[in-house]
């Protein structure tokens, strides 16, 4: 079964960053969405960054400049870079993936709790202090 587990989160100042890691587990699949979601609380998972097996790559208005996403095919790992982080950015943060697909990595990212087969990981809670 496929399996996605997250690292890295924590607690930061505003201005600062974080790198969160998502280790993928029996993710076989030759086309593919992978990504990077949060939920603050109290407020509904928003997409921040995602990308496809093509390489094409999307980014939540919010956090575009400020975040990079990357794949390590060798570690197979799905990266986040947070720079400039905001206290606005603190929020658990969900890696996730859907198989068999890709093309539209902004639909994805703004569709994928409703129209998309999406394996999820646990998330790791980001904390940024003001």
């Known amino acids: 079964q496929v399996q996605l587990v997250e690292s890295g989160g924590g607690s930061v100042q505003a201005g600062g960053f974080l790198r969160l890691s998502c280790t993928i587990s029996r993710f076989t699949y030759r086309t593919y969405y992978m990504g990077w979601f949060r939920q603050a609380l109290g407020k509904e998972r928003e997409g921040v960054a995602g990308?496809?097996?093509?390489?094409?790559?999307a980014y939540a208005n919010s956090v575009a400049g400020r975040f990079t996403v990357s794949q390590d095919n060798g570690k197979n790992t799905l990266d986040l870079l947070m720079s400039s982080l905001k206290p606005e950015d603190t929020a658990l943060y969900s890696c996730?993936?859907?198989?068999?697909?890709?093309?539209?990595?902004?639909?994805?990212?703004?569709?994928?709790?409703?129209?998309?087969?999406?394996?999820w990981g646990q998330g790791t809670q980001v904390i940024v202090s003001s």
């Open positions: 990308m496809d097996s093509d390489g094409r790559v």
């Open positions: 996730a993936a859907t198989p068999g697909t890709r093309g539209n990595p902004e639909g994805w990212l703004l569709r994928a709790g409703t129209s998309y087969s999406v394996f």
